[in-house]
């Protein structure tokens, strides 16, 4: 079934040990619809502004992301400047944002979408989160993944947030600086605690811990050998997960271990490279053939 | 068949978030063998002092550990302090050591355990573990830890030991100084280009990579939810993996991938506790009991 991502498109500035580029198209929402388009229908709820490139809608347009909610805001495109060190690609370094449109966003959507059933609000400000959440009318599915600017700047958004999504996607530092607990198995216990059924914490290169009441694993990622640029991994990982998951009819053990794979392998392409550079040109075959080499490499 | 462990036992004196513990029995070879006793018989090659508690031996001497070629030198036991900070308890802060009787020790073994098939370096001067190394008959399976420290004191040493030994057990951050390759799949490689036909890169709370010509794989931690005291967490991992090996007649994928599973669950018992506090008390039901909910939380 159908699928509604709510997010940023922006343009970055990304510096890493492999290079650097400018005003490439990034953005929360872009990187999880150029990963959950392998599944289902993507449709992408966000706001660029007048300066934003022409080529980049059609090349979204050409990937079969829906843009009718994509609006055209007064003002700047909103702009990420991040630096990734050597010694940890884990964690990007933000040198400056430039809201832009961001600023006074309130997302509108077309009618028809307003029954999209897969819901998920990737990161940007909760309380835009919250306003289109209360606009759905038939959310079956609904995922949440934040940042920790929210965390340390509107945590009683967030917390409103958590007590009515079903899925909360997030990662290891993430998990620790909202609950205050440092052993990462506790810290998922209390996110559990926090509202949300299904949890999901992202480790970087260290793969990914699942935790719902009935099901808890934990997978390692793929192994890459040249980390290109980490920027949107983890967005890709989740348009992956969330993907997979909106066209399966039953939420079990099952389908929520194939749905963690595939979030890591389209993860493991989208570091590969600088932006969507990788994730852009994937095929299906390609993302099952590399899926088939993490089940071997981390099959008992 | 049987193992013999060259290393150090040791007073540790010890600070963790949970606590602190003073003149706690340690050391690589005695933490190794309170975790391989579970596989096979252990013979234990090391040096304490004068001072060392007579309790100690017995203890040791109760968990049918082989004590034959533990010598009492002249002069004092060697004495680890050490720390461990919340924000980081996979590294320890090592705050003073006093050498005392490891200063000059040259291991003298029982002329019947120079036929021992089985051996393990496990940290100590990479001199000393040469040493003991060119004095035994009939290697068959051969493996080595070793530590920061002589990796940059010791290098050439250690270098040659990898050029002869089987089996390289090390943790990220040492693959990392080692290579100089901040990748860590880019390391492993690099690790076996030195020499061992079997890499194991342990990463603390992250589980453990494998890496040899023909297996690879990955495999998550188990997941402890208090951790008391890592200090001697690698070694008693070691101790399980060569512990499972050094029975195993085939060393292939699964006995590999078997001998990992029990190194993670020993190792798992042994940080929720201080110094041997848990893994002195552990049965095989146990462990076995531990290693099947391991591999329910890591399966496919």
């Known amino acids: 079934m159908s699928l509604l991502v709510l997010g940023t498109v922006a343009l970055d500035n990304v510096k890493t040990p492999s290079g650097k580029r400018r005003n490439m198209l990034g ?11 392998f599944f289902t229908q993507v449709n992408l709820v966000a706001v660029i502004g007048k300066d934003f490139p022409g080529q980049y809608i059609r090349f979204l347009k050409s990937r079969r992301i829906n843009l009718a909610s994509l609006r055209v805001g007064e003002g700047k495109s909103f702009r990420w400047n991040g630096e990734y060190k050597k010694e940890d690609l884990n964690s990007a370094l933000t040198l400056a944002t430039e809201l832009g449109v961001l600023a006074g966003f309130i997302p509108q959507i077309e009618d028809h979408q307003l029954v999209i059933p897969n819901i998920f609000l990737a990161n940007i400000d909760p309380d835009i989160q919250i306003g289109l959440l209360q606009k759905m009318k038939k959310p079956k599915l609904v995922g949440l993944d934040s940042m920790n600017l929210w965390i340390n700047t509107k945590v009683r958004s967030l917390r409103k947030l958590l007590k009515i999504v079903d899925l909360f996607v997030v990662n290891d530092a993430e998990a620790r600086l909202l609950t205050g607990e440092h052993n990462l198995i506790r810290a998922t216990r209390r996110l559990r605690s926090l509202g949300p ?72 392409f989208n570091v590969e490279g600088f932006g969507m550079e990788k994730t852009s040109r994937l095929t299906m075959p390609k993302i099952n053939s590399r899926m088939e080499q993490l089940r071997q490499f981390i099959s008992l």
Do not use: C, Q, W
Request: charged share 20%; proline share 4%.
């Open 27 to 37: 953005g929360s929402a872009a990187h999880f619809a150029m990963s959950a388009r």
């Open 197 to 268: 059924e299904l949890i999901v914490v992202k480790k970087g290169e260290h793969g990914v811990l699942f935790y719902s009441d009935s099901v808890k694993f934990s997978f390692p990622s793929y192994p890459v050998e040249e980390v290109v640029d980490p920027t949107g991994a983890g967005d890709t990982f989740a348009g992956g997960f969330m993907g997979y998951l909106s066209k399966e009819r039953k939420i079990n053990a099952k389908a929520l271990k194939k749905a963690v794979l595939y979030g890591t392998t389209i993860a493991s």
